[in-house]
């Protein structure tokens, strides 16, 4: 059984930052990809970024491109989001995800796990 928990999510102004976190449990994920995920109300779940577990390759959405950062701690099983520069279309509940892919994948299709998800707001 493979558990994805979210956690960091929360009201922030426009400019300022939060770290999302996603700590994975019940499997080795050596060849897994770990992707964070963002949907709006009334809109579709859309990739933000994506990381190999190991090698540490990366992939960010155009949208967010110098304002976050995706990182790992395979010590603590752990992926981050780093989120800087935030802006009211950022609000957004953002899921982590694990995909059995070799290769970084941006359609959400591709992912096998997702955690339950946590609350972005940003205010103007």
């Known amino acids: 059984q493979v558990q994805l928990v979210e956690s960091g999510g929360g009201l922030v102004q426009a400019g300022g930052s939060l770290r999302l976190s996603c700590a994975a449990s019940?499997?080795?994920?050596?060849?897994?990809?770990m992707g964070w995920f963002r949907q709006a109300p009334g809109k579709e779940r859309e990739f933000v970024a994506a990381i190999r577990w190991t090698g540490g390759r990366t992939s960010h959405a155009d949208s967010v491109k110098g304002r976050f950062t995706i990182s790992r701690d395979n010590a603590k099983n752990t992926v981050y989001l780093q989120m800087n520069s935030l802006k009211p279309g950022d609000t957004a509940v953002y899921y982590c995800?694990?995909?059995?892919?070799?290769?970084?994948?941006?359609?959400?299709?591709?992912?096998?796990?997702w955690g339950q998800g946590t609350q972005v707001t940003v205010s103007s």
């Open positions: 019940g499997r080795t994920f050596s060849r897994y990809t």
């Open positions: 995800a694990a995909a059995q892919t070799p290769a970084i994948s941006l359609s959400k299709y591709e992912y096998d796990y």
